[in-house]
Antibody
């Protein structure tokens, strides 16, 4: 079955850009009419939707993060990616990638600190 | 911005029925989804499209919708059901997704 795996630096300096990749295995990212999402969760807090991308390239972003977020897809690599610019300590969280609602990655912890 | 409201906590004894509510103005128009999250683990979908149960999810999990409130019901609660539960839906346009604040289910 489809599995997702997040990857990227675990430590990012303030004001820099956080970059994460989600690799899809067990199926093609282009098959079906799914969208692919990023969600984050600060330690001890709830889930926050960051945004999503369709394989057509169409995107939707959380209005509170929209000015700093870019989500892209690389169908040739079966991956989709997240870039979050101008990070601060408030962006420290576990970041999850997900296929629509039903398949989630295990999550990756990103800490913003100098 | 659009918000979904959940109670912070619900407590039940084993074998009883737990009901967790989620309220939002757009819920009459948009489907709701429910996730279970245990400590240190990724969320797991337990209900989709208000009341559908994914394969592999026990029958004791069910969902319902009435007006601006959706409800996750867990019948015959077991100790293993102790977890955080989150609802998710979209704003009235269907563009922006949002999660409820989460409900901690404690099995006494």
């Amino acid at each position: 079955q489809v599995q997702l795996q997040e990857s990227g630096p675990g430590l990012v300096k303030p004001s820099q850009t956080l970059s994460l990749t989600c690799t899809v295995s067990g199926g093609s990212i282009s098959s079906g009419s799914y969208y692919w999402s990023w969600i984050r969760q600060p330690a001890g807090k709830g889930l926050e939707w960051i945004g999503r991308i369709y394989t057509s390239g169409s995107t939707n972003y959380n209005p509170s993060l929209k000015s700093r977020v870019t989500i892209s897809v690389d169908t040739s690599k079966n991956q989709f990616s997240l870039k979050l610019s101008s990070v601060t300590a408030a962006d420290t969280a576990v970041y999850y990638c997900a296929r629509a609602y039903d398949v989630w990655g295990q999550g990756t912890t990103v800490t913003v600190s100098s | 911005s659009y918000e979904l409201t959940q109670p912070p906590s619900v407590s039940v004894s084993p074998g009883q029925t737990a009901r967790i509510t989620c309220s939002g103005d757009a819920l009459p128009k948009q489907y709701a989804y429910w996730y279970q999250q245990k400590p240190g683990q990724a969320p797991v979908l337990v209900i989709y499209k208000d009341s559908e149960r994914p394969s592999g999810i026990p029958e004791r999990f069910s969902g319902s919708s009435s007006g601006t409130t959706v409800t996750l019901t867990i019948s015959g609660v077991q100790a293993e059901d102790e977890a955080d539960y989150y609802c998710q839906s979209a704003d009235s346009s269907g563009t922006d997704q949002v999660f409820g604040g989460g409900t901690k289910l404690t099995v006494l």
